[in-house]
Protein backbone atom coordinates (compact mmCIF):
# COMPACT_ATOMS: atom_id res chain seq x y z
CA UNK A 1 0.00 0.00 0.00
CA UNK A 2 1.56 3.05 -0.86
CA UNK A 3 2.16 5.89 1.66
CA UNK A 4 1.05 9.51 0.69
CA UNK A 5 4.41 11.27 2.04
CA UNK A 6 7.53 10.81 -0.49
CA UNK A 7 10.97 10.59 0.38
CA UNK A 8 13.09 12.89 -0.71
CA UNK A 9 16.99 12.19 -1.02
CA UNK A 10 18.98 13.91 0.94
CA UNK A 11 22.26 15.00 -0.78
CA UNK A 12 25.52 13.34 0.19
CA UNK A 13 27.44 15.13 3.38
CA UNK A 14 30.83 16.30 2.08
CA UNK A 15 34.02 14.85 3.66
CA UNK A 16 35.82 16.89 6.30
CA UNK A 17 39.04 16.31 4.68
CA UNK A 18 37.57 17.82 1.26
CA UNK A 19 37.86 20.94 2.57
CA UNK A 20 41.17 20.34 4.72
CA UNK A 21 44.41 21.72 3.60
CA UNK A 22 45.59 18.25 3.72
CA UNK A 23 44.02 16.86 1.04
CA UNK A 24 45.58 19.50 -1.54
CA UNK A 25 47.73 18.36 -4.25
CA UNK A 26 51.35 17.18 -2.91
CA UNK A 27 53.96 19.54 -4.70
CA UNK A 28 56.11 17.86 -7.50
CA UNK A 29 59.23 16.72 -6.57
CA UNK A 30 62.80 19.37 -7.18
CA UNK A 31 64.11 18.47 -9.96
CA UNK A 32 67.43 16.56 -9.32
CA UNK A 33 70.39 18.85 -10.44
CA UNK A 34 72.03 16.37 -12.44
CA UNK A 35 69.30 15.45 -14.33
CA UNK A 36 70.72 17.50 -17.25
CA UNK A 37 72.77 14.29 -17.76
CA UNK A 38 69.36 12.81 -18.99
CA UNK A 39 67.27 15.12 -20.42
CA UNK A 40 70.09 16.93 -22.62
CA UNK A 41 69.48 16.63 -26.48
CA UNK A 42 72.86 14.96 -26.74
CA UNK A 43 71.86 12.10 -23.93
CA UNK A 44 68.18 11.70 -25.98
CA UNK A 45 70.25 11.31 -29.10
CA UNK A 46 72.27 8.51 -27.89
CA UNK A 47 69.19 6.74 -26.35
CA UNK A 48 67.38 7.06 -29.24
CA UNK A 49 69.87 5.69 -31.42
CA UNK A 50 71.06 2.65 -28.69
CA UNK A 51 67.06 1.99 -28.57
CA UNK A 52 67.06 1.64 -32.25
CA UNK A 53 70.31 -0.33 -32.71
CA UNK A 54 68.26 -3.07 -30.00
CA UNK A 55 65.17 -3.27 -31.50
CA UNK A 56 66.84 -3.91 -35.04
CA UNK A 57 69.34 -6.29 -33.45
CA UNK A 58 66.02 -8.55 -31.25
CA UNK A 59 64.63 -8.31 -35.22
CA UNK A 60 67.22 -10.50 -36.23
CA UNK A 61 66.48 -13.51 -34.06
CA UNK A 62 70.22 -14.03 -32.77
CA UNK A 63 70.81 -16.47 -30.14
CA UNK A 64 73.56 -16.79 -27.19
CA UNK A 65 76.68 -18.73 -29.03
CA UNK A 66 78.26 -19.54 -26.06
CA UNK A 67 81.21 -18.75 -24.60
CA UNK A 68 85.12 -18.12 -26.15
CA UNK A 69 86.53 -21.08 -23.26
CA UNK A 70 83.84 -23.43 -24.73
CA UNK A 71 83.26 -22.80 -28.68
CA UNK A 72 84.38 -26.05 -29.61
CA UNK A 73 82.99 -28.16 -26.74
CA UNK A 74 81.46 -30.41 -29.22
CA UNK A 75 84.61 -31.94 -30.62
CA UNK A 76 86.80 -31.69 -27.21
CA UNK A 77 83.95 -32.32 -24.77
CA UNK A 78 81.72 -34.88 -26.53
CA UNK A 79 84.16 -36.64 -29.05
CA UNK A 80 88.00 -35.99 -28.12
CA UNK A 81 89.41 -38.35 -25.19
CA UNK A 82 91.17 -36.64 -23.77
CA UNK A 83 88.98 -35.69 -20.43
CA UNK A 84 87.94 -39.42 -20.27
CA UNK A 85 91.40 -41.42 -20.87
CA UNK A 86 92.77 -42.94 -17.81
CA UNK A 87 94.96 -45.82 -16.51
CA UNK A 88 95.03 -48.17 -14.15
CA UNK A 89 92.22 -49.17 -11.68
CA UNK A 90 89.83 -46.35 -10.46
CA UNK A 91 86.40 -46.70 -8.74
CA UNK A 92 83.73 -43.51 -8.05
CA UNK A 93 80.95 -44.37 -5.77
CA UNK A 94 78.78 -41.36 -5.53
CA UNK A 95 75.83 -41.01 -3.22
CA UNK A 96 72.68 -38.39 -4.11
CA UNK A 97 71.00 -37.34 -0.62
CA UNK A 98 68.66 -35.14 -2.06
CA UNK A 99 67.61 -33.32 -5.30
CA UNK A 100 66.04 -30.59 -4.86
CA UNK A 101 68.28 -28.91 -3.26
CA UNK A 102 70.91 -30.95 -5.15
CA UNK A 103 73.37 -32.32 -2.73
CA UNK A 104 75.35 -35.45 -3.17
CA UNK A 105 79.13 -36.87 -2.04
CA UNK A 106 81.04 -38.93 -3.37
CA UNK A 107 84.17 -41.28 -2.91
CA UNK A 108 87.13 -41.90 -5.47
CA UNK A 109 89.48 -44.59 -5.19
CA UNK A 110 92.24 -45.22 -8.00
CA UNK A 111 95.34 -47.29 -8.69
CA UNK A 112 97.05 -45.54 -11.88
CA UNK A 113 99.27 -42.70 -13.62
CA UNK A 114 98.85 -39.06 -12.40
CA UNK A 115 95.91 -40.28 -10.32
CA UNK A 116 95.84 -39.62 -6.50
CA UNK A 117 94.99 -43.07 -4.52
CA UNK A 118 91.77 -41.40 -2.50
CA UNK A 119 90.08 -38.31 -2.82
CA UNK A 120 86.40 -37.01 -1.36
CA UNK A 121 84.10 -34.74 -2.23
CA UNK A 122 80.50 -33.13 -1.75
CA UNK A 123 78.36 -31.08 -3.86
CA UNK A 124 75.83 -28.56 -2.95
CA UNK A 125 73.28 -26.80 -6.03
CA UNK A 126 70.88 -24.41 -6.09
CA UNK A 127 68.95 -21.90 -8.72
CA UNK A 128 71.47 -19.34 -7.29
CA UNK A 129 74.08 -21.37 -5.91
CA UNK A 130 77.02 -24.08 -6.51
CA UNK A 131 79.18 -25.58 -4.00
CA UNK A 132 81.50 -28.24 -4.54
CA UNK A 133 84.75 -29.10 -2.22
CA UNK A 134 87.13 -32.03 -2.34
CA UNK A 135 90.19 -33.11 -0.75
CA UNK A 136 92.64 -35.92 -1.79
CA UNK A 137 95.36 -38.63 0.72
CA UNK A 138 98.11 -35.61 0.47
CA UNK A 139 95.63 -33.14 1.81
CA UNK A 140 95.12 -31.24 -0.99
CA UNK A 141 91.85 -28.91 -0.95
CA UNK A 142 89.92 -27.81 -4.19
CA UNK A 143 86.88 -25.66 -3.97
CA UNK A 144 84.55 -24.46 -6.03
CA UNK A 145 81.61 -21.58 -4.99
CA UNK A 146 79.52 -19.92 -8.12
CA UNK A 147 76.95 -17.26 -6.83
CA UNK A 148 74.03 -16.31 -10.06
CA UNK A 149 73.51 -12.52 -9.25
CA UNK A 150 70.75 -12.46 -11.93
CA UNK A 151 69.78 -14.89 -15.16
CA UNK A 152 72.63 -13.24 -16.96
CA UNK A 153 75.47 -12.48 -14.80
CA UNK A 154 77.43 -15.44 -12.63
CA UNK A 155 80.24 -15.40 -10.63
CA UNK A 156 82.88 -18.77 -10.51
CA UNK A 157 85.20 -19.03 -8.11
CA UNK A 158 87.62 -21.82 -7.56
CA UNK A 159 90.55 -22.08 -4.53
CA UNK A 160 93.25 -24.84 -4.34
CA UNK A 161 95.27 -24.84 -1.10
CA UNK A 162 98.26 -26.96 -1.93
CA UNK A 163 102.06 -26.98 -0.69
CA UNK A 164 104.01 -24.99 -1.93
CA UNK A 165 102.00 -23.61 -4.83
CA UNK A 166 98.03 -22.16 -3.84
CA UNK A 167 95.52 -21.59 -6.39
CA UNK A 168 92.80 -18.89 -6.78
CA UNK A 169 90.66 -18.06 -9.74
CA UNK A 170 87.82 -15.64 -10.04
CA UNK A 171 85.71 -15.18 -13.19
CA UNK A 172 82.53 -13.06 -14.26
CA UNK A 173 80.81 -14.51 -16.82
CA UNK A 174 77.51 -12.25 -18.39
CA UNK A 175 75.61 -13.91 -20.61
CA UNK A 176 73.29 -11.84 -23.07
CA UNK A 177 70.59 -12.63 -25.72
CA UNK A 178 73.09 -13.28 -28.29
CA UNK A 179 76.86 -12.41 -26.65
CA UNK A 180 78.79 -13.43 -24.03
CA UNK A 181 81.60 -11.63 -22.33
CA UNK A 182 84.02 -13.00 -19.05
CA UNK A 183 86.28 -11.71 -17.12
CA UNK A 184 88.75 -14.17 -15.52
CA UNK A 185 91.47 -13.98 -13.19
CA UNK A 186 94.27 -16.46 -11.91
CA UNK A 187 96.15 -15.74 -8.49
CA UNK A 188 94.91 -11.31 -8.79
CA UNK A 189 97.40 -9.79 -6.40
CA UNK A 190 98.10 -6.15 -5.29
CA UNK A 191 99.98 -7.06 -2.15
CA UNK A 192 103.30 -6.36 -3.98
CA UNK A 193 102.74 -2.57 -4.37
CA UNK A 194 101.79 -3.46 -7.78
CA UNK A 195 99.20 -5.85 -9.78
CA UNK A 196 100.08 -9.65 -10.72
CA UNK A 197 98.43 -12.55 -11.62
CA UNK A 198 96.69 -13.54 -15.30
CA UNK A 199 93.80 -11.48 -16.17
CA UNK A 200 91.41 -13.03 -19.46
CA UNK A 201 89.20 -10.39 -21.25
CA UNK A 202 86.90 -12.28 -23.63
CA UNK A 203 83.90 -11.81 -25.86
CA UNK A 204 81.49 -13.66 -28.27
CA UNK A 205 79.18 -12.24 -29.87
CA UNK A 206 76.67 -13.64 -32.62
CA UNK A 207 76.79 -11.71 -35.93
CA UNK A 208 74.40 -13.85 -37.94
CA UNK A 209 71.95 -16.90 -36.65
CA UNK A 210 74.93 -19.11 -37.75
CA UNK A 211 77.60 -17.31 -37.60
CA UNK A 212 79.77 -15.90 -34.52
CA UNK A 213 83.00 -13.68 -33.74
CA UNK A 214 84.94 -13.54 -30.64
CA UNK A 215 88.10 -11.97 -29.23
CA UNK A 216 90.06 -12.84 -26.16
CA UNK A 217 92.83 -11.06 -24.16
CA UNK A 218 95.24 -11.93 -21.87
CA UNK A 219 97.23 -9.80 -19.77
CA UNK A 220 99.95 -11.37 -16.91
CA UNK A 221 102.24 -11.04 -14.72
CA UNK A 222 104.56 -13.41 -12.60
CA UNK A 223 106.19 -10.93 -10.19
CA UNK A 224 106.59 -6.96 -9.67
CA UNK A 225 110.36 -7.85 -10.95
CA UNK A 226 109.31 -9.03 -14.17
CA UNK A 227 107.95 -6.90 -17.17
CA UNK A 228 104.14 -7.77 -18.14
CA UNK A 229 103.29 -9.84 -20.96
CA UNK A 230 99.85 -9.40 -23.12
CA UNK A 231 98.43 -11.56 -25.79
CA UNK A 232 95.34 -11.48 -28.42
CA UNK A 233 93.96 -14.41 -29.58
CA UNK A 234 90.94 -14.17 -32.25
CA UNK A 235 87.73 -17.23 -32.69
CA UNK A 236 85.09 -17.72 -35.04
CA UNK A 237 82.37 -20.47 -35.03
CA UNK A 238 79.90 -21.28 -38.05
CA UNK A 239 77.29 -23.60 -36.92
CA UNK A 240 74.41 -25.46 -39.13
CA UNK A 241 71.83 -28.00 -38.28
CA UNK A 242 73.99 -30.65 -38.13
CA UNK A 243 77.71 -29.83 -38.20
CA UNK A 244 79.55 -26.85 -36.76
CA UNK A 245 83.14 -25.34 -37.73
CA UNK A 246 85.52 -23.28 -35.55
CA UNK A 247 88.69 -21.68 -36.03
CA UNK A 248 91.23 -19.64 -33.37
CA UNK A 249 94.07 -17.88 -33.91
CA UNK A 250 97.07 -17.22 -31.32
CA UNK A 251 98.66 -14.82 -33.05
CA UNK A 252 101.57 -14.02 -30.13
CA UNK A 253 101.97 -17.95 -29.77
CA UNK A 254 101.57 -18.32 -34.24
CA UNK A 255 99.32 -21.45 -33.15
CA UNK A 256 96.20 -22.06 -35.31
CA UNK A 257 93.49 -24.56 -34.08
CA UNK A 258 90.51 -25.55 -36.12
CA UNK A 259 87.33 -28.15 -35.05
CA UNK A 260 85.09 -29.20 -37.35
CA UNK A 261 82.08 -31.63 -35.74
CA UNK A 262 79.05 -33.47 -37.89
CA UNK A 263 75.96 -35.36 -36.51
CA UNK A 264 75.85 -38.17 -38.80
CA UNK A 265 72.56 -39.69 -37.16
CA UNK A 266 70.86 -39.35 -34.21
CA UNK A 267 73.27 -42.18 -32.18
CA UNK A 268 76.38 -41.14 -34.18
CA UNK A 269 78.53 -38.30 -34.24
CA UNK A 270 82.61 -37.04 -35.72
CA UNK A 271 84.67 -34.48 -35.16
CA UNK A 272 88.29 -33.07 -36.68
CA UNK A 273 90.84 -31.40 -34.21
CA UNK A 274 93.80 -29.57 -35.92
CA UNK A 275 96.33 -27.44 -34.75
CA UNK A 276 99.21 -25.64 -36.07
CA UNK A 277 102.12 -23.97 -34.87
CA UNK A 278 105.24 -22.20 -35.63
CA UNK A 279 107.87 -22.13 -33.09
CA UNK A 280 111.78 -21.84 -33.14
CA UNK A 281 113.94 -24.32 -34.10
CA UNK A 282 116.02 -25.86 -30.90
CA UNK A 283 118.99 -23.79 -32.54
CA UNK A 284 117.43 -20.65 -31.66
CA UNK A 285 116.15 -17.86 -34.29
CA UNK A 286 118.99 -18.57 -36.07
CA UNK A 287 118.17 -21.77 -37.10
CA UNK A 288 114.46 -20.23 -38.56
CA UNK A 289 111.71 -21.56 -38.02
CA UNK A 290 109.36 -24.83 -37.55
CA UNK A 291 105.97 -26.12 -37.96
CA UNK A 292 104.15 -27.96 -35.88
CA UNK A 293 100.97 -29.43 -35.98
CA UNK A 294 98.80 -33.14 -34.84
CA UNK A 295 95.50 -33.99 -36.64
CA UNK A 296 93.37 -36.10 -34.74
CA UNK A 297 89.67 -37.68 -35.91
CA UNK A 298 87.49 -39.11 -33.41
CA UNK A 299 84.36 -41.02 -33.75
CA UNK A 300 81.07 -41.42 -30.90
CA UNK A 301 78.30 -43.85 -30.63
CA UNK A 302 75.67 -43.94 -28.48
CA UNK A 303 74.03 -47.34 -27.73
CA UNK A 304 71.07 -47.85 -25.53
CA UNK A 305 73.03 -49.19 -22.67
CA UNK A 306 76.40 -47.98 -23.72
CA UNK A 307 78.34 -45.40 -25.12
CA UNK A 308 81.59 -46.01 -27.63
CA UNK A 309 84.36 -43.67 -28.58
CA UNK A 310 87.76 -43.97 -30.79
CA UNK A 311 90.23 -41.81 -31.88
CA UNK A 312 93.12 -41.75 -33.91
CA UNK A 313 95.70 -38.74 -34.50
CA UNK A 314 98.56 -38.19 -36.97
CA UNK A 315 101.49 -39.17 -34.67
CA UNK A 316 100.14 -42.65 -34.99
CA UNK A 317 98.27 -42.97 -31.44
CA UNK A 318 95.46 -44.75 -31.33
CA UNK A 319 93.05 -44.70 -28.61
CA UNK A 320 89.00 -46.29 -27.69
CA UNK A 321 86.91 -46.02 -24.68
CA UNK A 322 83.61 -48.25 -24.34
CA UNK A 323 81.19 -47.12 -21.14
CA UNK A 324 78.44 -49.60 -20.66
CA UNK A 325 75.46 -49.20 -17.78
CA UNK A 326 75.63 -52.73 -16.54
CA UNK A 327 72.63 -52.10 -13.73
CA UNK A 328 70.97 -48.55 -13.62
CA UNK A 329 73.34 -47.58 -10.74
CA UNK A 330 76.25 -49.38 -12.34
CA UNK A 331 78.19 -47.96 -15.21
CA UNK A 332 81.37 -50.02 -15.99
CA UNK A 333 83.97 -48.28 -18.68
CA UNK A 334 87.43 -49.54 -20.28
CA UNK A 335 89.30 -47.61 -22.17
CA UNK A 336 92.74 -48.52 -24.05
CA UNK A 337 95.92 -46.13 -25.71
CA UNK A 338 98.50 -47.71 -28.41
CA UNK A 339 101.18 -45.40 -29.08
CA UNK A 340 102.31 -46.75 -32.40
CA UNK A 341 105.57 -44.81 -32.63
CA UNK A 342 106.92 -45.32 -29.09
CA UNK A 343 105.18 -48.51 -29.11
CA UNK A 344 103.73 -47.94 -25.82
CA UNK A 345 100.11 -48.98 -24.47
CA UNK A 346 98.02 -48.40 -21.84
CA UNK A 347 95.12 -50.02 -20.37
CA UNK A 348 92.61 -48.66 -17.72
CA UNK A 349 89.54 -49.87 -16.13
CA UNK A 350 87.01 -47.85 -14.17
CA UNK A 351 83.61 -48.64 -12.04
CA UNK A 352 80.84 -46.07 -11.36
CA UNK A 353 78.37 -46.59 -8.64
CA UNK A 354 75.55 -44.49 -7.98
CA UNK A 355 73.97 -44.47 -5.03
CA UNK A 356 70.19 -43.55 -4.26
CA UNK A 357 68.26 -45.00 -1.79
CA UNK A 358 64.13 -45.05 -1.43
CA UNK A 359 64.13 -41.74 0.12
CA UNK A 360 65.48 -39.93 -2.85
CA UNK A 361 62.83 -41.93 -5.22
CA UNK A 362 60.30 -40.90 -2.92
CA UNK A 363 61.53 -37.39 -3.34
CA UNK A 364 61.86 -37.59 -7.15
CA UNK A 365 57.98 -38.78 -7.46
CA UNK A 366 57.02 -35.80 -4.95
CA UNK A 367 58.58 -33.29 -7.85
CA UNK A 368 56.95 -34.80 -10.25
CA UNK A 369 57.11 -32.81 -13.77
CA UNK A 370 59.05 -29.68 -11.59
CA UNK A 371 62.03 -28.08 -13.19
CA UNK A 372 65.39 -29.51 -12.02
CA UNK A 373 67.20 -26.67 -10.30
CA UNK A 374 69.23 -24.66 -13.08
CA UNK A 375 72.92 -24.67 -11.35
CA UNK A 376 75.03 -22.38 -12.00
CA UNK A 377 77.86 -25.02 -12.86
Not at 135 to 154: A, E, I, K, P, Q
Not at 172 to 196: A, I, Q, R, V, W
Not at 280 to 299: C, D, F
Request: net charge neutral.
Amino acid sequence: MASGHEISSSPPLASPLASSPLASPSPSPAPSPLGFLTTNPIANAVSDAYRSFSDRRAKLGLTNPGTVESISKEVQREVSLTNYMHTGLRADVTKAVSLSPLFQVSHQFAMGEHMKPYAFAALLGTNDVFLQGSMDNDGVLSTRFNWRWSNSLVTKSQFQIASPQDMATIEHEYTGSDFTSSLKMLNPSYLEGGLTGIYILSHLQSITKRLSLGVEAIWQRAALSQPPESATSYCARYKTEDWIATAQLHAAQGALNATYWRKLSDKVQAGVDMTLQIAPSPGGMMGGLQKEGVTSVGVKYDFRMSTFRAQVDSKGKLGCLLERRVLPPVTMSFCADVDHVTQNAKVGLGITIEAGGEELQEQQEALGAQASPNIPF
